[in-house]
């Protein structure tokens, strides 16, 4: 069974920071996790960042490039740190595996698992 756990979100200040991990348990061989996306109340889905297996490829969405680094432990794990912080970056972060990395990671339906989220409220 596949499980793949968030953690790290909180409440801060605008300004601040907060590392998300991610992991993984139970992935089928081939598969990945490599992908962040949020979700604001009212808001579609958003890719937010993405890292390629051997982590030599990332990318971010425009809003939060400059300010959030994502990267890699091994297949099962990732993280992504967040500095500065803006109240738009409130959100509900989730992390997703996929067997296939498009050219950027932030094709929401190519991730086939995804994990209950984390929620990051940025207070102004």
């Known amino acids: 069974q596949v499980h793949i756990i968030e953690a790290g979100g909180g409440l801060v200040q605008a300004g601040e920071s907060l590392k998300l991990s991610c992991t993984a348990s139970g992935l089928p061989s081939g598969y990945e996790v490599s992908g962040w996306f949020r979700q604001a109340p009212g808001n579609e889905q958003e890719g937010v960042s993405g890292?390629?297996?051997?982590?030599?490829?990332t990318f971010y969405t425009g809003s939060v490039k400059g300010r959030f680094t994502i990267s890699r432990d091994n297949a099962n794990m990732i993280y992504l740190q967040m500095n500065n912080l803006k109240p738009e970056d409130t959100a509900t972060y989730y992390c997703?595996?996929?067997?296939?990395?498009?050219?950027?990671?932030?094709?929401?339906?190519?991730?086939?698992?995804w994990g209950q989220g984390t929620q990051v409220t940025v207070s102004s």
């Open positions: 997703a595996a996929a067997n296939v990395f498009d050219h950027n990671g932030l094709t929401a339906s190519n991730y086939k698992y």
């Open positions: 890292i390629n297996l051997a982590a030599t490829r």
